[in-house]
């Protein structure tokens, strides 16, 4: 059994995503925030996961906050953590403290629009496909390697939200998957490449 500790900042809707999947061979030990308002907390509490959170304003650094937030998690002894919408920046020391077991979902098909507001960003560059990318996390904010891609079309008449409705879809597919294979010893780090054993069932996908 893969202790699984999910962190969220806001509604949590991928790691609701991830919970219902009922992944085999995982445990969902907690889900965690910065925000003791997420109402993503109130929804894994109401299904008897333990949750907690601690307010990032109350740390006099970025870093004293990360070491609290690590001491948390690992009382869960996760074999996994997940960024499930977790609205920080992280610390390189946190990236490495939990290397090759850390990994986030990115509403963008990276390496383009790294950083916020990507869907904006990916109209207003005329792009016609967007997409969600899951990456193993390293110090680098939105660089790790590749775990899964999944993209949709941007039409013509698309704003921010109804970009991010489609994109949101596509994330809820991939990311219980990703976990999956995480979990089942399916993906192998290779330099800055994701090499996925040939029993995966991960594939990137286009979705209309
Ligand atoms: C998702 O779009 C995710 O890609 C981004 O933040 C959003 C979180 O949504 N990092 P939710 O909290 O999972 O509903």
């Not at 907690?30 to 299904?47: F, I, K, T």
């Not at 939990?98 to 990916?122: K, V």
């Not at 016609?128 to 996390?137: E, K, Y």
Request: with cysteine; glycine share 6%.
């Amino acid at each position: 059994m893969k202790n699984i500790v999910i962190l969220i900042s806001g509604r949590g809707s991928n790691m609701q995503a991830i919970v219902e999947a009922a992944i085999p061979n995982i445990r969902i030990a907690a889900v965690l925030s910065n925000n003791e308002n997420a109402a993503g907390l109130a929804w894994a509490a109401e299904r008897s996961i333990a949750t907690d959170s601690l307010n990032h304003k109350r740390f006099s650094s970025r870093l004293e906050f990360d070491q609290a937030m690590m001491e948390k998690i690992d009382a869960y002894q996760p074999d996994l953590v997940v960024l499930a919408g977790f609205m920080r920046i992280l610390t390189p020391e946190f990236c490495r403290h939990y290397e090759g077991r850390l990994i986030n979902i990115h509403p963008s098909l990276l390496p383009a629009f790294t950083g916020l507001h990507t869907h904006e960003r990916a109209i207003e560059a005329g792009c016609r496909i967007a997409g969600c990318t899951i990456h193993f996390v390293t110090p680098e904010l939105d660089c790790g390697p590749v775990i899964a891609q999944g993209a949709v079309p941007v039409f013509d008449d698309d704003t921010a939200d109804t970009l991010a409705a489609r994109v949101l879809k596509v994330e809820h597919q991939l990311f219980p998957q990703a976990v999956a294979d995480f979990a089942a010893g399916r993906l192998k780090i290779i330099g800055n490449r994701v090499v996925r054993s040939p029993s995966a069932k991960l594939e990137s996908q286009l979705l209309a």
